[in-house]
Structure formats: C-alpha cells, structure tokens
C-alpha cells in the first residue's frame, strides 16, 4: 500500500513537469520575494510593473505602484470588457466561475502564470508540511463525471467527496477509508464530514491538515474539526482571479502570500493589482470582499501584512434595524462562535433577513440544548453587542431542510435597498 501511495505521489509531481510547468523555479522566486526587505520588495514589483504596463479601468498604462492610487477601480464588467477587447498575449490555460456575486468570470493564464499559482499554493503547503502530490481529499461539490476530470483527479492524486444529501455517512466513510493526507475545501462540507465521522466514531489517521477555503470558518467550528480529524486547520483565502491570496501561518495569522499581488484595502472593497499578470490587464480589481489588513510583525509565512478580520461579500454585507440604521453582519457570527464556544456545541447556520429589524437563523442540527435555549442566549448577545432593546432574532430552524444549497454564506437578506443601502 505504501509502494502504490509513493507511486501516486510521483506521478502527480512528474504531471507539473508534462505540463511543462516550472514550480519549483517559481517557489524559490516566492522565497526570494518574501525574504526581501519592504523597500526592496516594492522596488522590485515597481519593475516587474512597468515592465508590463497593464492598464487600467479607462485603458491607460500603469507604470509604478505609485500611480496605482490615483487609478480607478476595476470592476469584473470593466475585466470582462477588456479581455473581450483585448490581443494580448494568448493563453494557454483558463480558469470560469460565476462567483459568489453571479457574475461569470473568465479567466486567461499562460503557462508561465498558472505555474506561478502554483507555486504560491506549494509555498504555503510547504510551510505546514505538506507537499503538492500527497494524497488530498478534496471535500467539494459533486465530483464531475467527466473522462477528462477523472484522469486530472488521478494524476493529482486527488479524490472528490461530497458529504451532503443522500449517502453521505457512506461518503466519510470512504474519505477516512482512503487515509488522505490532508483535506481542501468547503468550510460547510468539511464541518459536515467532521460531524459525520464523529457520530459514526470514525478515527481518521494520517491526516497532516485541514484546509478550509471559499468560506469563513469560526474558532469553534476550527477547534472541532482539528479534534476529529487529530490535525490543524487552516483558512485559506483565494479567488478564481487569483487562487491563493492569503493563508494562515501556524499561530493564526491569516497573511498575505502571493508576492505578485499588490493589495489595497478601502472601506468597502479590497482592490488587487498583479503585477506579473500579462494575459490580462487586473489593475485594483474589486474582488467583492470586504476587509482590513495590518502589520503582524509575524515572519511565518509570506508578508507580515495579514487580514485581519475578512468581512465577506459586500453584496450580503450589512444587516438593517431600519431603513436608516444598519450594522456589520459579521457581528451574528461573532455571538454564535461565543455561544458554541461557551456550550460546547458546533453546527453550521444562516441568518436571514427580508425585513427591517427581523431576523431568522437557519441551523444545520439541533443545538444540544433546544432551539429556544439558542434563541434566547444569542439574543441577549447582540443586545448587548448593538446596544439594542429588542430581540433580532424571531425564530430559529434546525434542520439541513431550512439551510441553503450550494456555496454557504453566514448571512443573505433580500430588502428593497440599492448599493448603498438607501
């Protein structure tokens, strides 16, 4: 068995190098890039940056760093616009996605681009023991049926699981019968797993990591994965744009590591420039996330700058009391991870508003002590949190039946309100 898992290893390794995709080159330039002093850092993607000139949201070149912030927003229409427009260099690969926001994205990446991707995910994996090639269960959406998927999963060593709907206590039991070595995926489906191997007193061995991406993860819900699966979890914080961008270091720094990306915070967005980027102009992109960066002084893992709270999709970004008064949505996820915390309890849950000052919570079990229990304490929670009188929330439904399909959000309301929020 151990000969066929060594076999598997190196033949994911040997299809880097059919593909003809240099990553180990790349991941010693990831190396280099973070080892250089902040000054040195910026000097060096100033001249990456000129070097390549990509334009900008009116197509006008950009030429350093420091003209970025004088440059307009891009928008994904501006992308899609631009790329429809543009003879630029061909590519060899793409990447699609509706994303979150449900708006179709392609993306264009020569060989030379995918392998920096690449790289950057080796880098990170490195950090925490991993290497890419090691046998990965890949806790996602349904595997695609396709002769072409099938033969990529292999040669990756990967196998795709999904533990939702019917069959899937026996879809963990296959996951920890295959005995991967680490996990990537939905934060939901890889807590759902958790629960299921949990009840089903599965003892998953050999697992070297966890790693939760596409969606926020709380402490609780961390704490509680790593005790089922006996491995650290990790957060991983990417984009079909731009696949990893930050990732978290072993003391829970969630850090910047693409050292091609230049990234900005503004009050509502964040805007990312790839300065290496030649199959397309991306030049401040508003990926749709809200967040706020700082200095960690940590040295762990790329940048010391880092994320410090990652607020989510600006479209499912605000909760409203009135018409006119308005709080971050971040906040019910912060009273429900204080009351798993202080209950010992764990399941995945939605908010849900359609009208001002009222609130549903969609929960995926029965918490241990009743839905009323849940009700009360976490109303008592954002009263304190808001400085409000009321209770917010009206009622809670346990139950996979009241959660929403497909990619998990924390929080969605459909009011009659513009962008913004009037």
């Keep these: 068995m151990k000969a066929l898992f060594f076999f598997r290893y190196v033949l994911a390794r040997l299809t880097y190098l059919v593909l003809r995709l240099p990553v180990a080159s790349f991941q010693a330039e ?100 991993l290497k890419l090639g090691q046998r990965e269960a890949r806790v996602w959406g349904r ?56 009840k089903k007193g599965l003892n998953p061995r050999g697992v070297k990591a966890v790693i939760c991406t596409a969606e926020s993860i709380l402490p609780a819900q961390k704490k509680f994965i790593a005790e089922v699966f006996g491995a650290p979890v990790f957060e991983e914080y990417g984009s079909t744009e731009f696949d990893v961008i930050a990732f978290e270091c072993s003391k829970g720094h969630l850090h910047l590591v693409n050292p091609w990306l230049w990234v900005e915070e503004e009050e509502d967005t964040v805007l990312i420039t790839d300065v290496s980027r030649k ?34 999709r600006t479209a499912q970004q605000f909760a409203y009391l009135t018409e006119n008064t308005k ?19 764990c399941f995945r849950f939605t908010v849900s508003q359609t009208e001002y000052g009222i609130f549903h919570l969609h929960v995926s079990s029965e918490p241990h002590h009743g839905d009323a229990h ?21 009622a809670v439904y346990a139950g996979e039946r009241f959660m929403r399909s497909g990619k998990h959000t924390y929080f969605f309301q459909d009011l009659d309100i513009n962008d913004e929020g009037k």
């Design 374 to 394: 849940l009700r009360r304490w976490i109303n008592t929670e954002l009263q304190a949190q808001l400085s409000v009188s009321q209770d917010l929330i009206k």
């Design 143 to 198: 595997a695609a049926n396709s002769l072409t998927a099938k033969i990529r999963d292999f040669l990756l060593n990967r196998k795709v699981f999904y533990p939702a709907e019917d069959g899937a206590e026996e879809t963990v039991e296959k996951l920890v019968k295959w005995s991967p070595e680490y996990l990537y995926g939905y934060t939901s489906l890889i807590l759902e797993a958790a629960q299921i191997a949990q």
């Design 279 to 312: 199959s397309q102009s991306i030049v401040r992109y508003k990926l749709g996330d809200a967040a706020e960066l700082r200095d960690s002084g940590c040295e762990l893992l790329g940048g010391k700058e880092v994320i410090e709270e990652l607020h989510g």
């Design 327 to 345: 709080f971050h949505a971040v906040v019910f996820g912060r009273a429900i991870d204080a009351y798993m915390k202080e209950f010992n309890d």
């Design 30 to 129: 990831v190396e280099d890039l973070w080892g250089l002093e902040p000054n040195e850092r910026l000097q060096r993607l100033s001249c990456i940056l000129n070097k390549n000139q990509p334009k900008d949201a009116q197509g006008v070149a950009v030429h350093s760093l420091s003209e970025l912030p004088d440059r307009p927003p891009m928008s994904k229409a501006d992308l899609r616009a631009m790329s429809a427009a543009s003879s630029t260099v061909a590519s060899s690969f793409s990447r699609h996605t509706a994303g979150t926001t449900g708006e179709p994205t392609h993306i264009s990446l020569s060989r030379t681009e995918l392998a920096q991707m690449v790289a950057v995910r080796a880098y990170c994996y490195n950090k925490h023991g």
